[in-house]
Structures are given as structure tokens and as C-alpha cells.
């Protein structure tokens, strides 16, 4: 166990995306002092700094900062005690705040402010906003008739932290000015309405104001094979079934179109509430509709049999809602009332095909994913050829591609892509992730009892990935890790990026698609049972699960490492992902927090994450400094002890918790010294381990309070570890 051995810089290159796509046109490379916004870089070396003089901050005005390099706990506490008020971060290295308690030779003496600036306000209304009412061609009838009338469906959001009332106040009182909903994405409050166009331009005079956007225009995109073949890569095997996986004791969260609760996948005597075998929660006016009843088959459906009216997780129950409109434009608030129901997994095949920015939609994403970190979001990508778009490129959510499912012969082409959006994202980030049969799934039927039809496109393949990413929460909160075998003494609660890690970990590389990772492909696509370790497996399974609230969460120049036994003969994979921060909304680059994964092998070649050529990890090159997923793939591994580091490399807005997946045949050599695993063998692991013996807990494992094996944890497990901490700790 080695803490703070390793000096990684941080590189403004973007070296996220391995695939020759990040040279594309429009994509965004973030540098020192430029500030990127939807409005258009700001480049503040241009511009006069505040710092330069002495003239008093005023207060209401919002400012901006810019350090020279990101911030860390101590600048964290240093700007706090110099008065600073930080009202959201922007890219790259800077943020929005309230200086009226500071002064400029106070930043002047932090040493590391190199600039300072008033908010602008042509920063603060998107263009297609300025553009007037008619300035997007609107597809739905809905939006075409606001735009008739000369209005806008806008959402309004405010800076980190600023309550919403006056600026509600304000608003209400412009003529023919309607609020629809007010909502909060973690400290930022956002007030959607529909209004006058000029007003919404007129906005920007507000300093409460940090962006206002238009609403997204989202619609819909686009069994019994699919169930098996997310599993096991085959047809006829369902691995994870065989181990009594089927979605028990889960709850899925479903946004769609109209699912029809009469359906016989989904029907049930009692009335839809806790009592129901299926829906737990409707929350919207009843329906049926072709798209929401079809995905939420192929996701939980199940009517007793084996037919195609059985869906992936096809004992999990579900929440549903409708997805968002002008009317109720709340992404974040759908997501939040579905946890607060019960859901972890989240479905969503429905998107916005006009927009590629990252905007509020995926700020709400980020944030509640963030926030509430047990929680994985899924979304189906584009249908659309070219690029993908929105709110798909939301980072911490799992963006889902279509491979083939069933050709016209009616043979399995699960090897080759057949739908959906290509990477990279606008600021150059890999998505889609991964893929899943869309091609022919048979599903649910909304307009009959209890009748099928086939359906293609990556809203097919999105509710496969959320049900299989359910049957593995269930793998975890039954017990099956570490032993493979269900012990409920080793339950725990995985995190949403546990979750995200282990599916991207179990994907395969689909071999009638050009290049692995690839911009159609991304990561492969879904095979459960690589993932999830069982009794008798060759491959087996280590994972880390660190909480951005835990202790050993990551700061800026932090790290933790740990080493594995690994036996040759099977690949070796390391998947590490984490909840990163939301961007802001009028940011450009979405990325907040960068860590990094780095694996060094027994001979010493380094391979760090994401750095591929010839479908596997080459060593050599540098860190990614983009994605918030990152693996190493090494397929003919040697044998011997590996190690793997996990590095904060930039933490701007933390800590920032991880999640590790490491499969192959990989044994954890297990640091008993450093009992609490942060890193230390110190006087904080003798205590931990005293609290666990009082509590008869086991908070750290794989570690066990049993240190001395005698088969008791008591005094002499405490006098263990204290000796092995006075002789060194581990090597």
C-alpha cells in the first residue's frame, strides 16, 4: 500500500478519446485561462483583471476567478478563509463567485488566483435563445404553437446556491409569463417557463441569473434471446438466472412513453402500489403507447412464462413516469421522485436528436447521479447516423448503442453494430459506452392483452442493459461477493458507478465492428457473466466501492493503490469509473474532476486508462484526461503481482469517491495493516478495527476484524495489527 508516491501533472491536451474522432470539427480543448461557454470561449488573458487594482468588490455581482491549476483541499480552505463565496465551477481551473467579503490583495496574497472578472452578462443567454422564438425548427406540435405565438419554454437557472425567489418574483411579473415548474439539481435552482421571447433574451440583465437555455424537445427512440444473450454472449444460457438472479428485491425506474399497466407483462389484480407484483408507482395519467409498453417489456415485463412477455429482470418491480415536456420539464425531478419510490436503475430511451450541447438536462443528470450515488441512470443513444446528442452525453450516466440482435434469417448477429449516435461528445468524451441487442426484439405489445411485436433501434437495446445492470445490484446485495455464493453476511449496497464499471467491465468487443474501443461501439458489448464472479469460476472478481462521502474519497495529489496476484491464461481487466461533479450548464467541457487509473505489471510496464492500440492497454503514452471511465485491458497478462493506483489528479469539486472492477484471474493481496484502506497504516486503522470488534461490523472488507485468523475478533486482533503496523505495514 503505497499513498502520495505518484507526481502526475495535469495535461490540458485531450487525450480522452483514442480513435482519431477528437480532431473533429467543433470539439472542444479546453486551456489555462480561457473560460469555455456555450456563448464562446473567453479567453481572460485578454481581458482586464480585477486583481490588478484595489477597488472594493460589489456586492450582487457575481465574479469569476480563474487559479492556475485546480483546486485542492488546502486552496479549498484557503479561499473559504480569505471570504470567497464559490457559486459553481467552469472550465477549466475556475469559478463563478461572490467576492464582497474578500478584497483584491487578500486573492492577491492566496497566491494562486491568476485572474479575476465580472460575470458578463452576454454569458448568460444561449444563442438559439438571443436567436427569438422561430430560431429552432421545432418538431412537435406543442412547440411549433408557442413559436407561432412568439413564446419560448426556457429554463432559467441560477447560480450555485442563490434561492429562486426573487427571480420568481421577477419573472411572474412579465405579461404573459407562465412558471411551470421551479426545481433544484443539488444547490442549483432552475425556473422553467413559458414567456415572451424578448423577455427571455432580457434575463441576461439579472445577476441571479448564471444561463438560460431553451427546454429540451424530447421524444421516444426507436425477448427471450435478448434475456440470455446480455448474460452469456449465447442464446441458450442464462447464467446468472441459473444462480436465482432474476431482479428480486430490485426496483427499476422506467421514463417512456405510456406503458400499459393492463398488459399482461405487467398486469396484476391489485391496484398499482406497494401490494402490486409489478408497479409500485404510476405517476402520470394512464396509457398505452407502442414505445414506453415495448422497452418496459424488454426491461421487467413478465406475464409466468418463458415467452417474450418476460423482460431481463423480470422480477424487479418498477416505477414509471412520462418523459419530460414543456409542461413538466423537470429532468432532475423525475429522477429524484423515482429514487425516492425505490428505483436505482433508471431507464431512459428517449432523448433530444436537435442538440449536442451539454446543457441543463445534463447538468440535472450529473447532479443527481453525483448526489445520490447509489443511483445508475441509463440512457438509449441517438437513432440518429452522425454524432450523439442529448442528454445522452451526460457523464455519469451509461450511454447504450444498438449491436444486431436477430438478421432477417432469424440468426443471433449480436457481433455487429446496428444503431444509434457515434462518439465523441462535443468536448470530445467517448460515448456511447456500450452496446446490447436492438435489432428485432420481440417485447410487449401496448394495443393488445397479451401479444407481441418486434421492435428495433437503441431503445430496445437501453431497457436490456438497465435489466441486466439489475440483475447484478442483486448479485451484490444478495451476498455473492466475494465467494460467489450467497452469504448475506457479504451484502452491501453497490453504488450506481459500481454498477456502470461492472457492466463496461463485462463487455466484449464486437468483431464485425472496425477497432476496438471504437465510436460506434464504444467499450463492446454486454456479457454479464464476465463480470460476476461464481463458485467454481477460472475468472474471478475484485471491486472497490468508495463513496464520494467516504473517507477515502480523492482529493487533488491524493491516491491509493493496491495489488493483485494475477494467475496467466486469462485477460486481465481493470474498469474504474466515477460520479463526476455536473458541469455547468453553460460550460463547453463538461469535465470537473479528472482521476486516473494506472497498472503497472510485474516486469514494469505502465499502462494507463484508456490508452489502447490493437483492441488492448499499450503501455507508455499518458493519462485521459477527459472521461470519468477508464479501463485497462491487457489479454495474455504474465503472472506474478500487479499493482493499480488510483490518482486524484484534479479534484475541483470533491472529494470524489470510485469505483474499481478488477476481473481475471486476479486474487487481491489483502494489506492487513492498513485495516480502514485509505492508504495509511496508522493509529486511525487500530481504531477502526476496535469500533468493527465492538460493533461485531466488518466496514472494510475485504478485510476482516478476525486479522489473526483464530476464529475470533477480539484483543488479540488489535495487538495483530498493532505489531504489524510498529513492523512496517505492508510492503
Request: glycine content about 10%; hydrophobic content about 40%; charged content about 15%.
Given at each position: 500500500?503505497r ?7 495535469v495535461?490540458?491536451a ?9 480532431n473533429a470539427?467543433g470539439?472542444?480543448h479546453?486551456a ?19 486583481m ?6 460589489v456586492?450582487g ?8 491549476g485546480p483546486?485542492d ?9 480569505a471570504?470567497?463565496?464559490r ?24 497566491g494562486?488566483?491568476r485572474?479575476?472578472?465580472t ?9 438559439a ?7 429552432i ?14 413564446k419560448?419554454a426556457?429554463?432559467?437557472w ?6 429562486e425567489q426573487?427571480?420568481?418574483l421577477?419573472?411572474?411579473a412579465?405579461?404573459?409569463?407562465t412558471?411551470?415548474s ?18 427571455a433574451?432580457?434575463?441576461s440583465?439579472?445577476?441571479d441569473?448564471?444561463?438560460?437555455e ?12 435478448v ?23 430490485q ?23 406497494p401490494?402490486?407484483?409489478?408497479i ?7 396509457g398505452?403507447d ?6 418496459g417489456g424488454t426491461l ?10 418476460r423482460?431481463?429482470a ?5 416505477v ?22 425505490g428505483?436505482?436503475m ?8 436537435s442538440l449536442?450541447?451539454?446543457?441543463g ?7 443527481f447521479?453525483h448526489d ?23 457523464k455519469n450516466s ?11 434469417q ?10 444509434g449516435?457515434?462518439a465523441?461528445?462535443?468536448?470530445g468524451r ?6 446490447a441487442?436492438g435489432r428485432n426484439?420481440?417485447?410487449s405489445?401496448?394495443?393488445?392483452t397479451c ?12 431497457p436490456?442493459?438497465t435489466?441486466?445492470g439489475a ?12 465467494s ?12 450506481g458507478q ?7 467491465n ?33 475468472r474471478?472478481l475484485?471491486?472497490h466501492?468508495?463513496r464520494?462521502?467516504?473517507f ?16 496467466p491464461?486469462?485477460?486481465?481487466k ?19 474532476n ?5 497498472v503497472?505489471s510485474?516486469?514494469g510496464l ?6 489502447f ?7 507508455g503514452?499518458?493519462?485521459d484526461?477527459?472521461n ?9 497478462p504474465?503472472?506474478?503481482?500487479w ?21 481475471g ?12 484502506g485509505?492508504?495509511?497504516?496508522d ?5 477502526a478495527?476496535?469500533q468493527?470488534?465492538a460493533?461485531?461490523t ?6 476482516s476484524?478476525d486479522?489473526?485468523q ?15 503496523i ?6
Open positions: 500500500m499513498v502520495g508516491r505518484l507526481a502526475i501533472g495535461v490540458l485531450c487525450a480522452g478519446l483514442a480513435l482519431g474522432a477528437d470539427a470539439v472542444v479546453p489555462q485561462g480561457v473560460l469555455n461557454l456555450r456563448t464562446g470561449d473567453v479567453d481572460t488573458s485578454r481581458l482586464a483583471n480585477l490588478d487594482g484595489d477597488a472594493a468588490f456586492t455581482v457575481r465574479y469569476v476567478i480563474v487559479l492556475d483546486l483541499p488546502g486552496r479549498d480552505a484557503a479561499l473559504t478563509g471570504g470567497v463565496i457559486r459553481g465551477y467552469l472550465p477549466l481551473n475556475a469559478f463563478a463567485a461572490d467576492l464582497d467579503r474578500t478584497t483584491p490583495k487578500a486573492l492577491r496574497g492566496l494562486f488566483v485572474w479575476v472578472g460575470y458578463d452578462n452576454a454569458w448568460r443567454v444561449d444563442p435563445v438571443l436567436a427569438g422564438a422561430n430560431g425548427a421545432w418538431r412537435t406540435p406543442a412547440r411549433q404553437q408557442l413559436a407561432a405565438a412568439g419560448s426556457v429554463n432559467v441560477l447560480f450555485e446556491g442563490l434561492n426573487s427571480t420568481l421577477a419573472m411572474t412579465l405579461p404573459g409569463c412558471v411551470t421551479v426545481t433544484h439539481a443539488g444547490a442549483t435552482a432552475c425556473i422553467s417557463a413559458t414567456m415572451n421571447a424578448a423577455d433574451a432580457a434575463l440583465a439579472n445577476p441569473v448564471q444561463y438560460v431553451h427546454q429540451g424537445e424530447y421524444a421516444e427512440r426507436s425477448n427471450a434471446l434475456r440470455a444473450i446480455v448474460q452469456s454472449g449465447s442464446t441458450t444460457s442464462s447464467p446468472l438466472f441459473t444462480r436465482g438472479l432474476h431482479g428480486e428485491g426496483i427499476v425506474g422506467l421514463i417512456d412513453g405510456y406503458l400499459n399497466k393492463d398488459h399482461c407483462s405487467f398486469a396484476d389484480t391489485q391496484p398499482i402500489g401490494l402490486h407484483r409489478k409500485l408507482a404510476y405517476n402520470t395519467t394512464f398505452a407502442l414505445h414506453g409498453t415495448h422497452v421487467a415485463g413478465d406475464a409466468g412464462d418463458t415467452t417474450d412477455t423482460g431481463v423480470y422480477a424487479a418491480k418498477m414509471y413516469n412520462f418523459y419530460p415536456d414543456q409542461n413538466e420539464p423537470s429532468v432532475f425531478g423525475r429522477f429524484d421522485l423515482h429514487a425516492s419510490q428505483a436505482r433508471h431507464n431512459d430511451s428517449w432523448g433530444d436528436d449536442t450541447a451539454y446543457d438536462a445534463c447538468h440535472a443528470i450529473d447532479s447521479t445520490q450515488d447509489d443511483n445508475l441512470v441509463v440512457f438509449a443513444v441517438t437513432d440518429l447516423s452522425g454524432l450523439v446528442k442529448n442528454p445522452e452525453n451526460a451509461l450511454a447504450v448503442t444498438a449491436s444486431g440482435g436477430l438478421n432477417p432469424g440468426s443471433p448477429s449480436q457481433d455487429y453494430w446496428y444503431a449516435g457515434s465523441p461528445t462535443a468536448d467517448r460515448k456511447p459506452e456500450i452496446a441487442p426484439t420481440s417485447s405489445y401496448a394495443f393488445s401479444s407481441v411485436v418486434p421492435q428495433s433501434g437503441t431503445s430496445m437495446a437501453a436490456a442493459v435489466g441486466v440483475l447484478i445490484r442483486q448479485y451484490f446485495t444478495s451476498g455473492f461477493y466475494p460467489g455464493l450467497p452469504n448475506l453476511g457479504d451484502a452491501f449496497t453497490p453504488s459500481l454498477l456502470k464499471a461492472m457492466l463496461v463485462s463487455a466484449v468487443d464486437m468483431t464485425g465492428e472496425p477497432g476496438f474501443p471504437s465510436p460506434r461501439e464504444g467499450w463492446g458489448r454486454v456479457l454479464a457473466d464476465n463480470a460476476t464472479y461464481f463458485d467454481g469460476d477460472l474471478r475484485v471491486v466501492d468508495v464520494n462521502s467516504a477515502d474519497a480523492l482529493s487533488t495529489g491524493s491516491d491509493t493503490s493496491l495489488q493483485v496476484d494475477v494467475a491464461g486469462q485477460a486481465f481493470a474498469t474504474l469509473a466515477w460520479a463526476d461533479a455536473p458541469g455547468a450548464v453553460n460550460a463547453t467541457f463538461a469535465p470537473v479528472n482521476l486516473d487509473l494506472i503497472t510485474p516486469t505502465v499502462y494507463y486508462g484508456n490508452n492500440a490493437a483492441g488492448q492497454s499499450t503501455s503514452g499518458s493519462p484526461t477527459l470519468n471511465l477508464e479501463q485497462v485491458l491487457v489479454t495474455s504474465v503472472g506474478g503481482r499493482t493499480i493506483d488510483i490518482v486524484g489528479t484534479a479534484v475541483n469539486v470533491g472529494p470524489q469517491g470510485y469505483a474499481l472492477v478488477v476481473t484471474g486476479v486474487t487481491e493481496v489483502v494489506c492487513h495493516s492498513d485495516y480502514n485509505d492508504g495509511v497504516s493509529q486511525g486503522d487500530v481504531d478495527l476496535i468493527d470488534i460493533a461485531g466488518q466496514s472494510y472488507p475485504p478485510n476484524p486479522l489473526n483464530d476464529g475470533v475478533a477480539d484483543q488479540g486482533d488489535v495487538d495483530y495489527l498493532i505489531n504489524a510498529a513492523g512496517g505495514g505492508c510492503p
